[in-house]
T-cell receptor, first 108, second 115 residues
Framework: GIQVEQSPPDLILQEGANSTLRCNFS?????LQWFHQNPWGQLINLFY???GTKQNGRLSATTVATERYSLLYISSSQTTDSGVYFC??????????FGTGTRLTIIP | GAVVSQHPSRVICKSGTSVKIECRSL??????MFWYRQFPKQSLMLMAT?????????EQGVEKDKFLINHASLTLSTLTVTSAHPEDSSFYIC???????????FGEGSWLTVV
């Protein structure tokens, strides 16, 4: 099956710093989403981004489908950004394959 | 507001008992819902696809007799963990997608602890 690897696995940053999270996938996909999982476990949709670039406030994402990777950018980090970030992909149905995750810790 | 809702958010049960988790689509009809499991500090793994009016489809390695899935209406799927054991303790979360749109939505998740 498709492999979805994320890097780095862990990231600790000072408040106000910027970060880039990467998602590599091993095959062509129809859908790619970024999620933030908060400390209570809830998954929050960040972006639906099978290709191209999108921005939402301090967050932006870019997917280069031909090269099979996606990047999530977080600028001016806040403590509330802490949590685990997952990318997830599928092939046209709703069965998502999740990446390995990046655990982000923002220190005040 | 929540598009997909899950209940209960936390449940503790004794070994050998069964526990039911509900997943509801709040403002759309869901012919298909998905159930995932997440062990501590790990990623989410798909357990099964819940199909309205028909049998669920289970992923390889998931015991269908242990994890019973019922999708009797277009807005409700239930996952019953039967004869629960401590190793079943995990975070269970469901998802679905409105027919209009591409975004897949997740419920709030359910923390199951078997003691």
């Amino acid at each position: 099956g498709i492999q979805v690897e994320q890097s780095p696995p862990d990231l600790i940053l000072q408040e106000g710093a910027n970060s880039t999270l990467r998602c590599n996938f091993s095959d062509s996909v129809n859908n790619l989403q970024w999620f933030h999982q908060n400390p209570w476990g809830q998954l929050i949709n960040l972006f639906y981004i099978p290709s191209g670039t999108k921005q939402n406030g301090r967050l932006s994402a870019t997917t280069v489908a031909t090269e099979r990777y996606s990047l999530l950018y977080i600028s001016s980090s806040q403590t509330t950004d802490s949590g685990v970030y997952f990318c997830a992909v599928n092939f046209g149905n709703e069965k998502l394959t999740f990446g390995t995750g990046t655990r982000l810790t923002i220190i005040p | 507001g929540a598009v997909v809702s899950q209940h209960p958010s936390r449940v503790i049960c004794k070994s050998g008992t069964s526990v039911k988790i509900e997943c509801r689509s709040l403002d759309f009809q869901a012919t298909t819902m998905f159930w995932y499991r997440q062990f501590p500090k790990q990623s989410l793994m798909l357990m099964a696809t819940s199909n309205e009016g028909s049998k669920a489809t289970y992923e390889q390695g998931v015991e269908k007799d242990k994890f019973l899935i019922n999708h009797a209406s277009l807005t409700l799927s239930t996952l019953t963990v039967t004869s629960a054991h401590p190793e079943d303790s995990s975070f269970y979360i469901c998802s679905s997608r409105p027919s209009s749109g591409n975004t897949i939505y997740f419920g709030e998740g359910s923390w199951l602890t078997v003691v």
